[in-house]
């Protein structure tokens, strides 16, 4: 769907000729460092050229009218500035009106209400962090319509205060920072306890990243998720009990091995070990990048899969018949998950003249395990939110 085509959308529903403005935030992908985040981690996120599109314009009273093209059923959705609570019967418009709520929480001045269009493209449950698109594409429609000085950061972390405060969602801050600080051609190595970061360069001229969607929704991903953060708190407490360090990822691996045997769980030791030893992979696949060797990049994305199988068991049988499969086709470089787990997406690195083969190869034999197919998308690596450029039509 163009640009011009949802102008045109958002000047009937709104009925008005007036010009709007547009904006884009990205999804994201991150191609190592999974559930690390929250271990005090490194993670390798980078955005996409799938996200959210914003189409808005001011109003002159306190009413913001949203509405969505990917949920076109409800209509157009209507709420006031004087009354930003969460409303579960608001559905999808939580998300955009907790981020009005916080930015004027935050002290910023939006003195009147909004009209605004969304379209995204990111397939729905596949957990390329949407939620998150949706919020960072608000963060600059509001930014740019009232003309607000927002630092970038300043901006991702609201996007995660949405998400904690307002949605109820324990996650991290990965996705907001991906989306919201995505650089084209650039994945980028991000310390989640201290927000340093660091861009690197993805060249990819004779590969293409294949988003594979397992179409398998993943239900059961929040409830597993606060499963394993407990399980890597218990871990961390029990090595607290002689180290003094205050998250897991500050480990080396070596420093783990020679200290695991103070976790008493066997089932909290596989947890940690993951989370030590993503993270060293994470910081690992920077150093192979900046050096061009994509070979034992595409290693380490392997052994990351291998992790999140094993110690992490977060896996499930879509997501390794996917991997494992990717492994043995000619031209790959490296496949793993990407996301929560349990469904949703994985990742493949696939040299473009086998993208085709790979695609059937993958297909056919995912079919025939699961049941279902699943879906391909390749991914350009893009920039993070910004406001697009409209051309009025002659």
């Not at 000047?11 to 990205?26: G, H, V, Y």
């Not at 109003?59 to 004087?82: C, K, P, Q, V, W």
């Not at 969304?118 to 919020?135: D, H, M, Q, T």
């Amino acid at each position: 769907m163009n640009i011009q085509h949802l102008v045109e959308k958002f000047q009937a529903i709104f009925d008005t000729s007036e010009m709007p403005r547009a904006f884009f935030a990205p999804g994201r992908i991150n191609l190592i460092g999974e559930h690390t985040d929250y271990n005090g981690g490194h993670v390798f996120p980078a955005a996409i050229s799938f996200g959210t599109y914003a189409i808005a314009r001011k109003r002159h009273d306190r009413i913001i009218r949203f509405y969505s093209e990917n949920f076109s059923e409800l209509g157009a959705m209507e709420t006031h500035l004087d009354d930003l609570s969460y409303k579960k019967e608001d559905d999808w418009t939580n998300y955009p009106k907790g981020v009005v709520a916080h930015f004027l929480l935050e002290g910023f001045s939006i003195d009147s209400g909004f009209d605004v269009l969304f379209y995204g493209n990111i397939p729905n449950g596949a957990g390329l962090s949407s939620s998150a698109s949706i919020e960072l594409a608000t963060g600059v429609l509001l930014e740019s319509l009232f003309e607000l000085d927002i630092d970038r950061i300043d901006m991702v972390k609201i996007g995660q205060k949405v998400e904690n405060q307002y949605i109820g969602v324990n996650s991290g801050i990965m996705d907001q920072f991906a989306i919201g600080m995505g650089k084209e051609n650039h994945a980028m190595l991000l310390d989640c306890d201290t927000l340093t970061y660091e861009y690197a360069p993805i060249v990819l001229e004779n590969h293409d990243i294949v988003i594979i969607n397992t179409n398998k929704r993943r239900e059961l991903a929040d409830s597993k998720y606060n499963e394993r953060r407990n399980e890597c708190e218990m871990a961390l407490k029990d090595l607290q009990t002689k180290l003094s360090i205050h998250s897991l990822g500050e480990l080396t691996v070596e420093q783990f091995e020679a200290n695991q045997s103070l976790i008493q769980n066997p089932t909290h030791q596989k947890r940690a070990k993951h989370a030590v030893a993503e993270n060293a992979r994470t910081i690992e696949a920077l150093k192979r990048l900046k050096e061009g060797d994509l070979i034992t990049f595409g290693e380490l994305v392997n052994q990351s899969h291998i992790s999140l199988r094993d110690d992490y068991e977060v896996t499930g049988v879509e997501l390794d018949t996917i991997a494992e499969n990717a492994w043995k086709q000619q031209g790959v470089l490296g496949a793993r998950m990407t996301g929560a787990g349990f469904g949703g997406c994985a990742i493949a690195i696939v040299e473009k003249a086998h993208t085709t083969q790979f695609q059937e190869n993958i297909a056919a034999l995912y079919e025939e395990k699961i049941g279902y197919s699943p879906t391909f998308y390749i991914a350009a690596i893009g920039d993070g939110a910004k406001e697009l450029e409209l051309k009025e039509e002659k």
